[in-house]
């Protein structure tokens, strides 16, 4: 695999907002892309409990870029009321990149456990989402595609001393998408997959039955979407 070096500098200051810069640099000290951008100094209301992004940790992880252009070891943050990808230095800033991204993946502490995640865009128009759009991987099978669409919304609750108080409140929504067809499904069940694949159905009952599996978790639809030929 093609090594990058990643090199930060503040590039410049305009109207009191920090232009940051990042140039990747070949092995032959050439220069292979920039990816300038914008330091963001605030992400969330002062008056909204809970925080807006996946984890509040930086997690070292790595990006795809168009051209088949990757980056390693870069400290990210993903904003998940946005969908809005942050990048730091050294955990000190938060710069929002200028160059679109593709792809990005990180291992992030959640519930005092490591999880891996990976965020994916570039797939086809579903209704109000684009190619634009990024949706965690969960599974990824030769026919299926299983993916999360993950958010926060803010969320308003009115106390007994007629106070509002707001939160953050996180929500999900999935889809099988068939990789042939480029088409989704949205699914949340055994019942809705099947209604979904109806010429799968046989051979998503036998594999129910062999791995005792009820198909309402999205491990065990993991593992399905893998499976199915």
């Not at 990757?70 to 009321?81: A, G, P």
């Not at 209604?195 to 978790?217: D, F, G, H």
């Amino acid at each position: 695999m093609r090594l990058f070096l990643l090199c930060f500098g503040i590039f410049f200051y305009s109207n009191g907002i920090a232009q940051f810069v990042t140039t990747n640099i070949g092995p032959n000290g050439e220069t292979l892309f920039n990816l300038g951008s914008a330091l963001v100094n605030k992400i969330k209301p002062d008056d909204v409990e809970g925080t807006p992004l996946l984890s509040e940790e930086w997690a070292k992880g790595t990006i795809k870029l168009r051209n088949n252009k990757q980056v390693n070891d870069v400290l990210l943050q993903y904003n998940l009321e946005h969908s809005i990808l942050y990048f730091s230095k050294d955990s000190s800033s938060r710069f929002e990149f200028a160059e679109r991204i593709l792809e990005f993946s990180f291992t992030a502490t959640m519930k005092d456990k490591p999880e891996s995640f990976v965020f994916r865009s570039n797939y086809p128009t579903n209704g109000k989402f684009n190619d634009r759009t990024f949706y965690r991987m969960m599974g990824e099978g030769a026919k299926f595609h299983f993916l999360k669409y993950c958010y926060k919304t803010i969320q308003e609750n009115f106390g007994f001393d007629k106070n509002v108080k707001r939160n953050y409140l996180y929500k999900e929504e999935w889809f099988l998408y068939d990789v042939q067809l480029k088409t989704f499904h949205p699914i949340s069940n055994k019942k809705s997959i099947l209604a979904a694949l109806p010429q799968y159905k046989e051979q998503i009952e036998a594999l129910c039955i062999k791995n005792k599996w009820s198909l309402k978790n999205a491990d065990e639809i993991t593992e399905l979407v893998k499976q199915l030929d």
